[in-house]
């Protein structure tokens, strides 16, 4: 019994949903790509001055007005999935990692 459930469920594959809710803040770009592809849209932006969009307690790290941010959104079933990547000191290879995580049903005006 064991075994014919667990390879019955090779055909199985994870939704996007599922996979989107893996990410963890301080993950990579290659990460994210290696998981879910390549994102619908990609803006590279900066925190406005005089903003505190950068101090919400959710973000994994903190950014202030003037840092540059990139926005990746993905689509999947009429649901919004979004990932801002803040440039962190620490990294050797690719500075920009995963600070802020949100998914909506709508999408987020720019």
Request: net charge neutral; aromatic share 14%.
């Amino acid at each position: 019994m064991g075994r014919s459930d667990s390879l019955g469920m090779l055909w199985f594959k994870p939704s996007f949903k599922k996979k989107f809710s893996q990410i963890k803040g301080g993950w990579s770009p290659s990460q994210v790509l290696e998981l879910l592809g390549g994102p619908m849209e990609m803006e590279d932006s900066e925190i406005p001055l005089g903003s505190d969009w950068g101090d919400q307690p959710e973000m994994t790290f903190r950014m202030k007005p003037g840092d540059a941010v990139q926005q990746w959104m993905f689509e999947d079933k009429g649901e919004y999935y979004y990932l801002w990547f803040a440039k962190v000191s620490y990294a050797d290879d690719d500075p920009w990692r995963v600070t802020l995580i949100k998914k909506t049903s709508r999408p987020i005006a720019k």
